[in-house]
Nanobody
Framework: QVQLVESGGGLVQPGGSLRLSCLAS????????MSWYRQPPGKERELVAS????????NYADSVKGRFTISRDNAKNTVYLQMDDLKPEDTAVYYC?????????WGQGTQVTVSS
């Protein structure tokens, strides 16, 4: 069964850090471009960061540049999102997505809440 499972979300104070993980099962991530999206309350889902299959190219939304880092470990079939200096506006459900040709898979999401 093909599955992406996110973990690592939670409640954190402004300025704090979290590391999200996205573990794939039922397929190998090695050929897939991976992305993290987020959906703030009452807003549309938006792209946060993406990484190429080999990890050589990374892109970030302007709102998270310099604070978030996407990485991948193909041997562990896992993608990460390190989030530092978190702000209240980072509050959202975070999703990972795998994309290769016409195959696209999404995880179920993990909640990140930034609040004092």
């Amino acid at each position: 069964q093909v599955q992406l499972v996110e973990s690592g979300g939670g409640l954190v104070q402004p300025g704090g850090s979290l590391r999200l993980s996205c573990l794939a099962s039922g397929f190998s991530l090695s050929n897939y471009a991976m992305s993290w999206y987020r959906q703030p309350p009452g807003k549309e889902r938006e792209l946060v960061a993406s990484v190429s299959s080999a990890g050589s190219r990374r892109n970030y939304a302007d709102s998270v540049k310099g604070r978030f880092t996407i990485s991948r470990d193909n041997a562990k079939n896992t993608v990460y999102l390190q989030m530092d200096d978190l702000k209240p506006e980072d509050t959202a459900v975070y999703y990972c997505k795998a994309l290769f040709l016409n195959r696209e898979y999404w995880g179920q999401g993990t909640q990140v809440t930034v609040s004092s």
